[in-house]
């Protein structure tokens, strides 16, 4: 028996955005780059209207979310680190322990 196997699945139809530079902004912004440094890593100019214009793009939005998903699904696939009789073992209260106390 183990601890934990936990796989979260996630419904993925959304592939990656045909714009290039689009795609690229939307990585850096999932990545947690500021959208300053994302859009100007994606090759756009930074100009602070725009920035945020592009941003704020549904379609990027919604990539964001895509790849944090897909990065958390693939984080999230947890091999166990010990079986149930090893946890008890070690963090279990010892009830022969608790009796005597008791």
Request: glycine share 4%; hydrophobic share 40%; net charge positive.
């Amino acid at each position: 028996m183990t601890i934990c196997n936990l796989k979260l699945h996630y419904v993925t139809d959304m592939p990656a955005l045909e714009d290039k530079r689009r795609e690229k902004l939307a990585q850096g912004l999932a990545s947690g780059l500021p959208p300053h440094a994302a859009t100007k890593r994606a090759g756009y100019s930074r100009q602070t209207g725009e920035t945020m214009r592009r941003v704020a793009r549904a379609d990027v939005r919604a990539r964001v979310e895509e790849i944090k998903r897909e990065r958390l699904a693939a984080a999230a696939d947890l091999k166990p680190v010990m079986t149930t009789e090893e946890w008890m073992a070690a963090f279990a209260p010892n009830p022969v322990r608790l009796a005597s106390q008791g």
